[in-house]
């Protein structure tokens, strides 16, 4: 069972970056009835795995249980989410840890470098802001600004309870009811951030590193969720290199042997998306392996795709989303996230379907539209010239 907000990293302001992700460690140390000590042992003592994530535009607070327990898990994710306490000592342990995070994010190039992108491509946008906020920012924020920020947000108006397992709806809706009606939500309509975003054209730029290979992330803005594109997107950059049988990681790593991690993918926001390539290669291969991806990139806008290579990636596409809901708590996810983003909830076999009328015509529009190559942003992490 998770506990979803529409409360991201987008909704913040560079001054108050990360405010998001500190809130949500914040509402695990203790309510104005339990504890921090309190809710692990409650939670420990009915078997339960429980945690919370945040990121660009949500944040959620869940719980995996025996079904047994599922009046128990609910009162405690109600607790946590509606009435934490937000003690000055909690927020000042709290901001120790999250920098700690920053501090392994920043260990991590591989990691490190996706932040770098984002601020890049969405160039003063929300969506530019790390979801953790930087070390300056999380030390700046003061319990005023958390209080005021989780009224606003974190609004159970807004709320939305997604679940999965053996349990039915109709009980669950009764369990919801009498936490809904005890609390005071403000039923204020939420307008997305809509900012307009300033495309950059072709950003290069080399952050410093201590690393000793190169890092690097090629790409741009891709399409929002409910856009048309959102499935050919998907399908070509899988093609490209979302698999062990894509382009980019039969020609750069099984046929060349120029780098051990190479691949492809797209996220999709409420109004926009992010393309991103990347690999991780030695300095010396770096400008041949930019070369050989953009080569791949140029080819398919040329020639196209085989129909037999366009269906192999379509099963690929359609295979690893079918698998992705055999897991509970996967299930659990998609469901919550489609409720909170789109307000309805797709079949797997209406995906699949969205899916299969994807052809070789629509790659060759996404080509155009998205990858091209001049309007391409490059970040690159290393001992680079």
Known sequence: MGLWVSAGSRNEKEIISGITHLIEHLIFKGTNKRSGKDIAIEFDMVGAEFNGFTD??????????????????????????????????????????????????????????????????????????????????????????????????????????????????????????????????SKKVRYLNKIKLIQNKGIRKIPSSKTDSVHMCFGGTGCGRNNKDKYPISLFTNLLGGSMSSRLFQRIREDEGLAYSIFSSNIQYLDTGIIIIYASVSPGNAERVLELIKDEITNISKYGVEESEFLRARENLKGSIVLSVEDISSRMFRLGKALLFDKNVLTINQILKKIDSVNREDLSYISSRYFNLNAMSLIMMGKVN
Do not use: Q, W
């Open 56 to 185: 660009k535009e949500n944040c959620c607070v869940y719980a995996d249980f025996i079904d047994t327990y599922i009046n128990k898990c609910t009162d405690l994710l109600f607790d946590i989410l509606l009435n934490p306490s937000f003690l000055a000592e909690h927020i000042e342990t709290e901001k120790k840890v999250v920098i700690e995070e920053i501090k392994m994010i920043e260990d991590n190039p591989s990691e490190d470098i996706i932040n770098y992108f984002y601020k890049e491509v969405f160039n003063g946008h929300p969506l530019s802001l790390p979801v953790l906020g930087t070390k300056d920012s999380v030390i700046k924020i003061k319990r005023p600004s958390i209080l005021e920020y989780f009224r606003e947000e974190f609004d159970i108006s807004r709320l939305v309870v997604s679940a999965a397992g053996n349990v039915k709806h109709k009980d669950l809706v009764e369990k919801v009811r009498k936490y809904a009606d005890k609390s005071k939500g």
